[in-house]
Structures are given as C-alpha cells and as structure tokens.
C-alpha cells in the first residue's frame, strides 16, 4: 500500500444516510475507505430524525474498518459533517431527542414567524443562516413551544459531529463551520448570538465550546480506542460542515470557483475571504476557516426527483430505475416540448428560504409522454440550481469556474444538460469524495502535514468537461425568467394548499371491501 513511513489522515464524512471514513496520503491517493448506514425516520409528516446512537456505531464501525485495512499509522483523523442537526442532551451527556436532521420541516410556523418580523433579516446578515426550518433556531423555538417539559430538562444543545466527538474524546466542542449553520453565532465576532440566544431561550452554557476547525483534540478515550484498533494518543481534527468541505475537496479553494454538488439534495457555494451575505438574503455564508467562508445556497430535491419520477411514473421500473428513466429523459427534447416542472417534492430552500412550496408541472399537454416529464423534472433541478448561481452573483461575488460532484455526475445527460441550464462549462473532477477529502486535506494542515489547504487546487484532477451548447443554453436562459416567476405566482396556492393539508392525506383511499 505504499511508503509505511507516510502520514495517513483519515477523513470521516457524517451524513445524512451514512457514515464514510476515507484514509488518504499527502498526495490524496485514497488508501481504504468504508461507509456504514442508517436510517431516516419520518415518524410524522415533516420529521426527519435519526438516532444518534446509530451514528455513532456507524462512526465507530467505518473507522474499524479502514484501520484494519492500512499498513501504516494513522497520523489523525479529521470529521465532515452534515450542517443544521439538533440534539438535546441531559446532564451527563445522554441523547434526549433524537438527531433533528436538515431535512426537518416541524418548525416551519416558527420560521415564517420570525421571517416575518424585521429581526430575522438582521439575524440572518449576522448570523450567515438563513432563518429557515432547517436551521436549530426555528428548530429550539419548536421545542420550547411543542415539547416545553422536554425543553426544560435539556442541559445541552448540540450537533450530531458534537456529540460524536464527546463520544470519541470527552470534549464538548463545536467548530465555527458547523456553528454559523445553526442562527445562532455571530459570523463577525464568531461568538455566539445574544439576541439569537435570547429568541431560541438558552443561554451560552447550553451550547459546545466554539473552537476554530482546525483545533486538534489530544486523543480518544479508551473505549474508542478499542473499539477502532486506534491508539489511545490519535490526533483527532475537530473539522467542519460538510458543504465547505466539499468545496476544498473539490479544489474549489479560490474566489470565483464555485462548487456545485447534486446528491439527493444539492448546492451551490463559492469560496470568499471574509463573511457577509446579500441585503436581501438570497444565499448563506458559511465558514471554512477563519479566512475562509463559502456562499451560496442549498436545495432541497436534487437526486431524490429522478428517484421519485421512477417510484410515481414508472414503479414497473422497480428500484434500479435510474439507467432507464435517464435514457428515456434523453428522449425528449432541450425544454421537454414546453413542460416546467418546479422540483418542490421536498418544500424547498434557497434562495426563497421558504418550508411553503410544492412540486408542479406547468404547461401539460395532450402530447407530453413519460420522457417529457423525467426530463422536465431533470431540467427543474438545474433550473433551481440556475436561481442559485444568480443569487450567489447578486450578492457580488464572481463566478468564473464551476466545479461539480455527486451521484448525478454518472449520467452524461445530466452532465451536459447542468451545462446547458448553467450556460457555462462545468468541470468534474476525478474525486468523487469531495467532503470526506475536504475533511482530510483540513486535518493534514491542522497536524502540519501540508503547508496549507491550497494545494487542495492543485491535488484535485479534472476528469472531464461539459460545455453549453449554445442552442440548448439558449433555450434554457429563456425558459429561466418563467421557472423563477411561477415561484411568486403559486405562493398563494402553497399557502392555501397547507391550509387544506391536514384533509387532504396523499395516501390512497383504503380499497373497497370485496363482497
């Protein structure tokens, strides 16, 4: 496996579905690499919860693994981790929630209150979040509101990374990263929140210790130890939220090259040296490091609308349905013969910041077949994707290269067709771990490894290029202004749509008794 004598870093990428633990050298060769899942509960309509217990077995399992398979020490280990989850913990440390994931919609009413006052503005300029059911302020208010014994009784308030790491080394510790994607640390002053604090009803010693991304804990515990086959003195890197990661995984490490990641959800994120977001906040601001913030902006249905055409329009298709829904998707023509489709499947995040939205079809007619609707909602997604670039632009920052991962990036028509609605050429880069390396490459600079996280631009190879092809951008850039436009024009009908909800169950109607 290589030079014994070289430093291995592990990198460990929490998310949503699983945990994934890469070993990596300072050339960024990938040496051994497991991934452990887990579920997602959906309890009630828009909870999105996990045990963290589970997690935490998934974190020890990846890392048992990956260790068994090297030949050589491991130098550190360095943790990415899925932003905005939420856990309440009693005194000793004990789970008394379950893990409250980004996908999360219970606070919505708390969200739409708080936006609606001048205040929430306010707090997301100086916080970087947006003030969105997603983030663990609406998500806090929820709690004191629903679950006030409950409330009560929480003597910490943490992310799923946090807990791990109190797990892993005994420390209570948060990173600046994961902290500016929770509404509640002041992204200038990088401390928590007074007025936040005082809206969500906890005080700062509810929350972890901030500390840069960088910190370096002394070492695990000695059940840790044993239970990854690591020693007792491993250097672990407190690290960050996956997003940014993503980008330094990606080399999207200077200003002007953005990040474009389409998983079951997706983003977009450019690299800037000092924090701040647009007056109307269309985009977030997240940090890196101290010198280093992405902005940009989340959504919410990526992948997961190629998964639903295939359950919802071709269910004969069974679960490997992707290959033949993205064939057929191919079938139709650049615009889907006039077929809009606002991917709302999952409500729906930048850059409206709103829980309200569902999914449309707009402009159906007789003459639309499967294709045209797979494809549609294909073009929906990178449509989506198009009103973030803008924003990201409106917010004054440049956009001159674009860098993409993710499941889509296997198919060639989604490749070419994000080109296309972008209308700029879109880069891939061989690497397909972009937050997991991220994480390793922010673990070799906070060990001394490397000199510093920009030879991540120079350690990422470009495996291929889309470029637009101008007849099809140019239907898609006309195209644009009516998908962002049907936003506006169907708020009402979201609004009245909620309303309604409650009687109005999207489960079919129990079947007719046989007689």
């Known amino acids: 496996m290589g030079d014994p004598l070289r430093p291995v870093v592990i990198g460990v990428d929490i998310g949503t579905t699983s945990t994934k633990a890469v070993a990596y050298d300072l050339d960024g060769a990938q040496l051994a690499h497991h991934s452990a899942g887990y579920p997602l509960d959906e309890p009630f309509p828009g909870y999105a919860e996990q045990d963290a217990r589970h997690i935490h077995a998934a974190v020890l399992e990846s890392l048992r693994v990956v260790v068994a398979e090297l030949d050589r020490p491991v130098a550190g280990l360095s943790f990415s981790t899925a932003m905005h989850s939420l856990i309440g913990l009693d005194a000793d440390g004990r789970p008394l929630t379950p893990s409250v994931t980004w996908a999360d919609s219970r606070a919505s009413r708390q969200a739409e209150r708080l936006r609606a006052v001048p205040s929430g503005l306010a707090l997301h300029r100086r916080t970087g979040t947006p003030v969105h059911p997603m983030a663990p302020l609406p998500k806090l208010l929820w709690f004191a509101e629903q679950e006030p014994v409950l409330f009560g009784r929480a003597a910490y308030w943490v992310g799923i990374k946090d807990w791990v790491l109190l797990r892993l080394c005994d420390a209570l510790v948060t990173d600046h990263s994961v902290a500016s994607a929770t509404g509640l640390m002041d992204m200038h002053q990088l401390s928590w929140d007074e007025e936040a604090l005082g809206i969500a009803g906890i005080s700062a010693e509810q929350l972890p210790e901030l500390v840069p991304t960088t910190t370096v804990l002394p070492g695990l515990t000695a059940e840790a130890a044993a239970a990854t086959g690591l020693p007792r003195d491993t250097k672990v890197v407190v690290g960050a939220g996956d997003g940014p990661l993503a980008n330094l995984g990606l080399g999207a490490v200077a200003p002007g090259v953005m990040a474009c990641t389409i998983g079951t959800s997706g983003a977009m994120r450019v690299m800037v040296e000092r924090p701040g977001v647009d007056p109307l906040g269309g985009v977030f601001c997240y940090a890196l490091t101290e010198q280093r913030w992405v902005v940009g902006g989340a959504i919410n249905n990526g992948g997961v609308v190629l998964e639903w055409t295939g359950d919802a329009l071709a269910p004969e298709l069974g679960e490997d349905a992707e290959e033949e829904l993205l064939a057929q998707a191919a079938l139709a023509p650049v615009g889907s013969g006039g077929l809009i489709m606002l991917p709302y499947l999952l409500s729906e995040r930048a850059p409206h910041w709103s829980a309200l939205p569902r999914g449309a079809y707009v402009g159906l007619t007789h003459g639309h077949r499967r294709a045209h609707l797979v494809r549609a909602a294909l073009e929906g997604v990178c449509q989506q994707l198009a009103l ?43 690497t397909r771990e972009g937050s997991g390396f991220g994480a390793a490459l922010l673990g070799m600079e906070a060990l001394g490894l490397i000199p510093s996280i920009e030879v991540a631009a120079h350690l990422v190879h470009i495996e291929e290029t889309a470029r637009p092809d101008p007849a099809a951008a140019a239907t898609y850039a006309a195209l644009l202004p009516l998908f962002a436009g049907l936003y506006d024009a169907l708020v009402p009908t979201f609004t009245s749509l909620r309303r309604l909800a409650p009687g109005l169950s999207p489960a079919p109607a129990p079947a007719p008794p046989k007689r």
């Open 388 to 430: 973030v670039l803008a924003s990201v632009r409106a917010a004054g920052n440049e956009v001159r290269e674009i860098r993409a991962s993710g499941g889509f990036a296997r198919s060639p028509l989604w490749r070419q067709m994000l080109a296309d609605v972008l209308g700029m050429p879109v880069h891939f880069p061989a």
